[in-house]
């Protein structure tokens, strides 16, 4: 599946998700219903089990990145607590593809600290009908910023006024401040691919987050693509195993890598990967399922025609 900005609207959380949660909270001197607190550890619980093994957001930045580099991540700011590890969980979240629990981890971030600037701007690039809206809010934001969210607060307004160089200017300086942080990298490509359709130069600053932090699985998955888009289908296949090799456990490295089949108009091979990752995660990746009978059809179409 191709990482991409994702038509959502504002949601009310659904049961399954504001379940975790029913108190009052007092926020910022505000007292606010929200559904929170009494079962916070069930959600500390779910998160485990929704994502993969090594869970830790600062674990995980720093895993993915080059051993002989000192830890060095992009911090965020907010006053809440309970908001970072929401923010921490949709990001988690959002890498695996697992859209609506990122979106919902998110929303509910910001309803904590509405001056949360790093979770308005992921619910900007998530959300296309609400974006305006969740740029607004993130250019509204009264945080005291650190100099990593300043550049890509920089960059958010050039990217809304339509500067493509200027918004590349500002996330390369983000990069250069923490270029062992896979996630400083992931906002510049995914830009570049999804936003300006820069195939080439999302393959160089894909080539370039990998070779910094070489054990982040979505920067594969991104390139595979990106190599596809510019035909390029031998350099998209081994982007496309590595990410499998790195997340041999989640759902999407095998969608993608149907898509890839797809592509090349290997059929079986599509169905295969296809129903491989509706089977490890079929709540989330229904659609690979409805893939993989395309996939069937096409390859029936393909035997009858020999």
Known sequence: MYMKAINLLKPALNTSFSAIYQHNLTIVGKSTTFEMDV??????????????????????????CAEEKPASTMPVTTDSELALELYETGIVAFDQFKQSLS??????AVELDPDFFMANFWMFYMSSKESKKAAEKAFQSEAQLNPAEKEIRLALKYLVDGQEEKVVEHLDNLIDMYPSDPQAHKILYLLQQMYFHDYEGAIISLNRAIRECPDFPLAYNQLGYAYQEVGDFEKAEEALDNYIRLAPDQANPY???????????????????????????SSTFDVSRKKAKKARMLQKKQSNSI
Do not use: C
């Open 103 to 108: 979106w919902h981890s998110l929303y509910t």
């Open 39 to 64: 079962r916070l550890e069930n959600f500390k619980k779910m998160r485990l089990r929704i994502l993969t093994p090594v869970l830790a957001f600062s674990i995980l930045l720093i895993s993915g």
């Open 255 to 281: 969608d993608s890598k149907g898509d890839y089949f797809m592509a090349t108009k290997q059929y079986d091979e599509a169905y295969e990967s296809y129903m491989k990752a509706y089977e490890i995660d």
